[in-house]
């Protein structure tokens, strides 16, 4: 069964940081490309961030471009989310995804349940 | 303002069809595929329609995608009121090199 696991949401106060894990099983990670998308209340589906199979491309949303990094260990099989300067804004459940195939499609088959961050002092 | 446009929200009985529409530009849809997911409350979103116009594995036929240059529709038929949900397009953005999801559209069956 392919299955996404994220873990490392927690309370936060405003400017900390956080590091999100969605650790990965039952499918050959290193050959996929990986997403990060929120939904912050009330709001949304928010796309975050994507890094390639072999984390030689990282891209993220314009406005989050310099506090957010990605990154992926292929030998964990996990993918990364590091967050810093965090907003009050950046209160939301992260998802982690995978891409549908090999290659780049860009379309996300499976999600994880989701890791809740709350941005609040 | 999303780069994809979708109407806020549809609405139809038990049985009826609604189509959500998804309207963008050359740059996402009009030059890359659409997926379409289907997002509960608490829950982790569902991949409905990938490639444009197929069917995820487990998908009932009667969720069904199209595309037309620059906008994509996704049809539901015989409505359910577990179709209840919230449905967003998205693409990938080759001048933005972003991922761009639609606004998202609130699926009601009265």
């Known amino acids: 069964e392919v299955r996404l696991v994220e873990s490392g949401g927690a309370v936060v106060q405003p400017g900390g940081s956080l590091r999100l894990s969605c650790a990965a099983s039952g499918f050959t990670f290193e050959d996929y490309n990986m997403f990060w998308v929120r939904q912050r209340p009330g709001m949304g589906l928010e796309w975050v961030s994507l890094?390639?199979?072999?984390?030689?491309?990282?891209y993220y949303a314009d406005s989050l471009r310099g506090r957010f990094t990605v990154s992926r260990d292929n030998s964990e099989n996990s993918v990364y989310l590091q967050m810093n300067s965090l907003r009050t804004e950046d209160s939301a459940v992260y998802y982690c995804?995978?891409?549908?195939?090999?290659?780049?499609?860009?379309?996300?088959?499976?999600w994880g349940q989701g890791t809740t961050v709350t941005v609040s002092s | 303002q999303s780069v994809l446009t979708q109407p806020p929200s549809v609405s139809a009985a038990p049985g009826q069809k609604v189509t959500i529409s998804c309207s963008g530009s050359s740059s996402n849809i009009g030059n890359n595929f659409v997926s379409w997911y289907q997002h509960l409350p608490t829950t982790a979103p569902k991949l409905l329609i990938f490639d444009n116009i197929k069917r995820h594995s487990g998908i009932p036929a009667r969720f069904s995608g199209s595309k037309s240059g620059t906008s994509a529709t996704l049809d539901i038929t015989g409505l359910q009121t577990g179709d209840e949900a919230d449905y967003y397009c998205?693409?990938?953005?080759?001048?933005?090199?972003?991922?761009?999801f639609g606004g998202g559209t609130k699926l009601t069956v009265l």
């Open positions: 890094i390639s199979w072999d984390a030689g491309a990282t």
């Open positions: 998205g693409a990938w953005d080759t001048s933005l090199r972003v991922w761009v």
């Open positions: 995804a995978k891409d549908i195939r090999v290659g780049a499609s860009f379309e996300m088959d499976v």
